[in-house]
T-cell receptor
Framework: AQKITQTQPGMFVQEKEAVTLDCTYDTSDPSYGLFWYKQPSSGEMIFLIYQGSYDQQNATEGRYSLNFQKARKSANLVISASQLGDSAMYFCATHSGNTPLVFGKGTRLSVIA | ETGVTQSPTHLIKTRGQQVTLRCSSQSGHNTVSWYQQALGQGPQFIFQYYREEENGRGNFPPRFSGLQFPNYSSELNVNALELDDSALYLC??????????????FGPGTRLTVL
């Protein structure tokens, strides 16, 4: 079975600084995808970034980048130049062709002015 | 915005009642999945529909059922509500064929409270 572990229940970061949110995964499938979603207090899950297990380069989307270390089974999210609007819950998730999305418990990020 | 909408936003029911939650997927997305998110937890997969057929189910009892319609709308029905059913219910649509390989785009959710 697939599993996601997010060990940081909460994180604080100063505005304009970079922050790394940790995610480790466990899967027996050789082909899988890794996702990060943002969930503001409104509840909607907002897709941020995707990394495929066979992708050679780390994914980047604007201020978001995914630090994918396959040997360590980690897929950390890096947010550069934090903004107040980045304050939210962040969820790491994984799926494979045969299994649906499995989410971690999330990390609450608070950006301080 | 993802183009995925859900109704109602909030709902209060009593134990034993039945509830229907609705979702409108992004146009062209043939796959819809439903998730339950309890307070302080990540979403948990309930089931997935592809072209009006259920093609995957998580660890939820049969009193959780669904329907998908040709017009990209879908429903989640829960019978015999229990207190533990109180949660945020999220639907997510994806453009591809059946299976779990596509990125899913979520709606804003329906917050269900069971008293």
């Amino acid at each position: 079975a697939q599993k996601i572990t997010q060990t940081q229940p909460g994180m604080f970061v100063q505005e304009k600084e970079a922050v790394t949110l940790d995610c480790t995964y466990d899967t027996s499938d050789p082909s899988y995808g890794l996702f990060w979603y943002k969930q503001p207090s409104s509840g909607e899950m907002i897709f941020l970034i995707y990394q495929g297990s066979y992708d050679q380069q780390n994914a980047t989307e604007g201020r978001y980048s995914l630090n994918f270390q396959k040997a360590r089974k980690s897929a950390n999210l890096v947010i550069s130049a934090s903004q107040l609007g980045d304050s939210a819950m962040y969820f790491c998730a994984t799926h494979s062709g045969n299994t649906p999305l499995v989410f971690g418990k999330g990390t609450r990020l608070s950006v301080i002015a | 915005e993802t183009g995925v909408t859900q109704s109602p936003t909030h709902l209060i029911k009593t134990r034993g009642q039945q509830v229907t939650l609705r979702c409108s997927s992004q146009s062209g997305h043939n796959t819809v999945s439903w998730y339950q998110q309890a307070l302080g937890q990540g979403p948990q997969f309930i089931f997935q529909y592809y072209r009006e057929e259920e093609n995957g189910r998580g660890n939820f009892p049969p009193r959780f059922s669904g329907l998908q319609f040709p017009n990209y709308s879908s429903e989640l029905n829960v019978n015999a509500l229990e207190l533990d059913d109180s949660a945020l219910y999220l639907c997510a649509s994806s453009p591809g064929t059946s299976g779990y390989t596509d990125t899913q785009y979520f709606g804003p959710g329906t917050r269900l409270t069971v008293l």
